[in-house]
């Protein structure tokens, strides 16, 4: 694998992911761009002592409702068409946002008053281009690309990991315009955050209290393999498996069987045994209807500092599709409670999902 870091036109960096070692990546920017908008703020909400991110310059960012490849800015440029990567073709391309909700550009932030404390959103938003291919998406790549882009992730968590203030790195893909996913191109995203996520502090609280036997991410894995209802497919490495109280109509975690705490921990026969298991879920995942699934996909990771002791590295991919033309929406109970109704029973998403996986 070869890594080759460049900039683009305002500064950004750009990080070419190649497998070949001789692929030229001396193509320079050409395009006129704007000055780089300045950092979110944060305000803490002292109600769920959660951090907010108010990053009102991303009402600007590109919004392609057609998403055709003749104008994405995620496909390589062409003669006469300049896009966000200035070579002709790539493997796996990262860059940064350019309407990032976190970054090392701060503006100046006041006082706002309230019971709020208000600071900078330092940190980083990055752009995953997981293939050139504008029609692909992630079930369809190659077992070899799938490693490649998490080759991609680990690197990039490492790198995140060490930038002053970054407190958790977090892999993701959002998919569909179901999802409000405003470019078609196959893509993921990666957030570095100045804090650890409400989600992983209560997943890391509930297993600091977890009475064993072992690890609390390791007993839900093994109580999940030993009732085998749930699961989906596993490998030497890893199992697929609907969680007993899922959230979501279909959702499905993906956990190595050895624990370890994020992405650049992974040996190579993990890395090698994760890309066929998880592509196939995801294409079990569009057979279901057969229509396109739309779905976020979530590497859990430790926190750069706190609790990578009892942090589990894991996938959770959930879907908002409960039916060909229904979707799952949050509404009162969800999102004024934080109280969950799911309408597909987890063992019978299971079934389904199981009958649709390749033979
Ligand atoms: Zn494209």
Known sequence: MKRTITHLADGRELIYFDRRDDADRSAADRRELGPRPVASELRYDPLTEEWIAMAGHRQTRTFQ??????ECPLCPSAPGRDTEIPAYDYDVVVFE?????FSGNFGTYEDVGGLSEVR?????????????????????????QVELVMEAWADRTAELSAVEGVEQVFCFENRGSEIGITLAHPHGQIYAYPYVTPRTKLNLGAASRHKGPGN????????????????????????AFVPAAARWP?????????????????????????????????????????????????????????????????LELFSIR?????????????????????????????????SQLDH
Not at 65 to 70: E, L, M, R, Y
Not at 97 to 101: A, I, Q
Not at 216 to 239: I, P, Q
């Open 250 to 314: 279909f959702e499905v975690h993906v956990y190595p069987h050895r624990q370890v705490p994020d992405l650049p921990a992974l040996t190579e026969a993990q890395r090698a045994a994760f890309a066929p298991l998880y592509t196939s879920v995801l294409r079990a995942f569009d057979g279901l209807f057969g229509v396109v699934m739309p779905y976020i996909a979530a590497w859990h990771q430790a926190p750069v500092r706190e609790g990578r002791d009892l942090a589990y590295l894991r």
């Open 322 to 354: 409960r039916a060909p033309e229904k979707l799952k929406y949050l509404a009162g109970s969800e999102s004024a409670m934080g109280a969950f109704v799911n309408d597909v029973l987890p063992e019978e998403a299971a079934r389904m999902l199981r």
């Open 216 to 239: 609390l991410f390791a007993d839900v894995l093994a109580a999940e393999r030993a009732a085998g209802t749930r699961v989906v497919t596993s490998n030497e490495h890893w199992t």
């Open 120 to 144: 900078p959103g330092a940190g980083r938003c990055e752009v995953v281009c997981f293939t050139s291919d504008h029609d692909s998406s992630f079930s369809r790549l190659s077992d070899d």
């Open 65 to 70: 409702p057609k998403g055709t490849a003749a």
């Open 97 to 101: 946002n350019r309407f990032p909700s």
